[in-house]
């Protein structure tokens, strides 16, 4: 018995860990989610963001972008480029959040007064 739960004790965190993994992607599927998510960024500049998910998925699909980078080093600019893209799509969305809270103002303020 109390081999058994000494098993239980070693074997279930390390399965639990394992779990946290994150899977690295594909070289196709690196490839497809670029091709797709560039055209929905362009497709969003024509409707206002109507098409692309909330700002975690935004920031989800930034970091396959940059893990892809590594993944596929021949379409690295590629990549680079649709991170960057996204980044300004999530800078917009900050920038137009301080702007419709009337945040803008006392964000330059304290910035020009060095509160950073």
């Known amino acids: ?3 058994l739960v000494l098993a ?3 074997l279930v965190p ?9 899977h690295v992607p594909t070289v196709a599927q690196c490839q ?8 929905e960024i362009e497709e969003s500049v ?18 396959e972008m940059s893990d892809c980078q590594k993944v596929d080093p021949e379409n690295r600019l590629r990549y680079y ?3 960057r893209e996204l980044m300004v799509e999530e800078k917009m969305r900050m920038q137009d959040f301080l702007h419709h809270h009337q945040l803008w103002d006392k964000f330059i303020t304290a910035d020009a007064a060095g509160e950073r």
Do not use: C, K, Y
Request: glycine share 4%.
């Open 46 to 63: 024509q409707d206002h963001s109507a098409h692309l998910p909330g700002i975690h998925g935004i920031r989800e699909w930034e970091q």
């Open 81 to 83: 480029h649709t991170e």
């Open 8 to 10: 239980f004790v070693i």
């Open 1 to 3: 018995m109390t081999r």
């Open 14 to 22: 390390s399965i639990a860990a394992n779990q946290d993994v994150e």
């Open 32 to 39: 497809a989610d670029q091709r797709l998510w560039l055209a």
